[in-house]
């Protein structure tokens, strides 16, 4: 059995996956059939990751048309030099239902405050702690977005208050661990997560870089007590240019009308 192996700075040849991620929701407004949400996270811009490549990975998604984008976390790398760049790097992603975003970690490290003021300078609708009803057509869904698990004040009740659980609800969270402290709100289709890079480097099966308490949400599809959680493998690197068994990713989530699960199908770029 091979295992891919990407060395080097980030680039227009790194390989690189486009995910299709299909979402079953049984009260799922027949308008949305086939709603999109881009998930772009852990690109870490900055050392290891360049304007160049940043700008290629908005193009890819812009390139994919989907209805929304999420900037999940992690953005940046190790330096709030790297704030300034950010916002027009920022500004390359569009989508008709709006781009949204939340707090990783290295947000917070490097300061939370500098960070959504950046972001939203960028033309990203920060959601700490908060949702907004999105959709088309009249038909809609909630796009709830979590504080960082890790370094933040997560708080999913907080976040979906005021919310009408009728409605379809995406939960977005840097940190899948989140994912198990849902406890509190009426509902949560889906949980979409990161920070993983699904161990970025594993030997053996083994993910080396993984720092979470549930090693089921390391990567893709998994069942969480509320519904389904997908984490992401992430787009960038961060503190050594390297994949191993773990290829970079953008998750496109497509939710579809139905109770039968999900499958997850993969078209690589590379």
């Known amino acids: ?47 290891l990751v360049d304007d160049a490549f940043v700008r290629h990975l908005a193009a890819l998604v812009n390139g994919q048309a989907p209805d929304a ?12 030099r ?21 707090l990783g970690n290295h947000e917070h490290r490097l300061g939370a405050r500098r960070a959504l003021e950046a972001y939203t300078a960028g033309g990203v ?23 960082d698990w890790i ?26 661990d989140a994912a198990e402290a849902l406890d509190g709100v009426a509902r949560a289709d889906l949980v979409v997560s990161r920070h993983t890079h699904g161990g970025q480097i594993t030997l053996f099966g083994w993910p080396v870089m993984t720092q979470i308490r549930y090693r089921r949400y390391t990567r893709g599809l998994a069942v969480g007590p509320r519904g389904w959680v997908y984490t992401s493998r992430g787009a ?7 994949r191993l068994g773990a ?15 999900c499958q997850t199908g993969r078209r690589p770029l590379s």
């Not at 370094?151 to 940190?175: F, I, K, Y």
């Open 82 to 102: 790297q704030f300034e760049g950010c916002v027009d790097l920022l500004r390359a992603f569009r989508a008709p239902a709006g781009v949204f975003g939340v």
């Open 151 to 176: 370094e933040g004040r997560s708080d999913p009740a907080g976040a979906l208050a005021g919310s009408d659980s009728r409605r379809p609800v995406v939960v977005v969270s840097h940190c899948p």
């Open 247 to 261: 290829r970079a990713e953008v998750p496109m989530i497509r939710l579809t009308r139905g109770n039968e699960g």
């Open 1 to 47: 059995m091979s295992v891919e192996l990407a060395w080097g700075r980030p680039n227009e040849r790194t390989p690189l996956d486009l995910t299709d991620v299909p979402i079953a929701i049984g009260d799922l407004p027949p308008a949305l059939e086939g709603f999109r949400l881009a998930v772009v996270s852990d690109v870490h811009y900055g050392r």
């Open 69 to 80: 984008i999420v900037i999940a976390g992690d953005f940046i790398d190790r330096s709030r």
């Open 125 to 147: 609708d920060m959601l700490v702690n908060a949702h907004r009803v999105i959709g088309r057509d009249s038909a809609a869904i909630t796009l709830a977005g979590l504080d």
């Open 236 to 242: 960038g690197v961060t503190r050594i240019p390297i």
